[in-house]
């Protein structure tokens, strides 16, 4: 019930991608783990794991973030992931909250998605 974006098509730019992500419900909210790499020459680059929920029909539902960590920092408060030469790929863990416009967490898939920003755009 899982589902990460997939990005990158041969001849695109590089993307941040996911690695060894995983999703499990707890109590009724997601806990999802995971970690964010990005080739070299995409740092500095500051991104966040987005949560929604793949309704039966219309557009996904946006999902928040209960909690949110990467290397002891609370990303919420960060304003998102910062990675930094010579670190390519950072861990992070979270806790969805458990629903979504009135929608359950445990009634629909999880999608998971990265929005990101690089380059000059991201500052300390």
């Avoid at 707890?26 to 995409?42: F, N, Q, Y």
């Amino acid at each position: 019930m899982l589902q990460a974006s997939k990005s990158g098509s041969p001849g695109s730019r590089p993307k941040p991608a996911f690695h060894r992500l995983t999703a499990t419900l707890e109590a009724g909210k997601w806990r999802v783990s995971g970690e964010i790499s990005a080739s070299e020459d995409l740092l500095p680059l500051r991104a966040t794991p987005k949560l929604a929920l793949d309704v039966e029909s219309g557009k996904s539902v946006p999902l928040g973030w209960q909690e949110l960590s990467a290397g002891g920092v609370d990303v919420n408060a960060a304003g998102g992931i910062l990675l930094r030469a010579p670190s390519r790929r950072v861990g992070f863990t979270g806790l969805s909250k458990s629903e979504a416009s009135g929608i359950p967490v445990s009634a629909s898939r999880l999608r998971v998605e990265l929005s990101w920003t690089s380059g000059e755009d991201v500052d300390d």
